[in-house]
């Protein structure tokens, strides 16, 4: 089980970073994006999607979820990463 401490932010870059949710919504919403503005909503909703993801983990015991704040920075650490994917499936789709 990995726990999460009220401030560790190694631990929280690389479930952010590797966090497969976060990298297959943000990639197809980038590829999808008709707009480069759009890039910005899909790294926001794969954020969510990868959030979304770590607390089902919690609910059902991969994560011990206890640390105050550390949530928070996941979420903009993931939106962060969503937004890298986001642009690389934008320039990689077919114009």
């Given at each position: 089980?990995?726990a999460?401490?009220?401030f560790?932010p ?14 297959a919504?943000a ?41 105050i704040?550390?949530?928070a920075?996941?979420f903009?650490?993931g939106?962060?990463?969503?937004l ?5 499936g ?5 114009r």
């Amino acid at each position: 089980m990995i726990a999460i401490n009220s401030f560790d932010p190694w631990t929280l870059v690389l479930l952010a970073a590797l966090n497969p949710a976060i990298i297959a919504v943000a990639f197809w919403m980038g590829r999808q994006a008709d707009q480069a503005s759009k890039v910005l909503i899909a790294g926001f909703a794969a954020s969510c999607a990868g959030f979304l993801l770590y607390w089902l983990g919690g609910q059902v015991g991969v994560f011990a979820i206890h640390a105050i704040g550390g949530e928070a920075a996941l979420f903009v650490i993931g939106f962060f990463f969503g937004l890298a994917w986001a642009a690389l499936g934008y320039y990689l789709r077919k114009r």
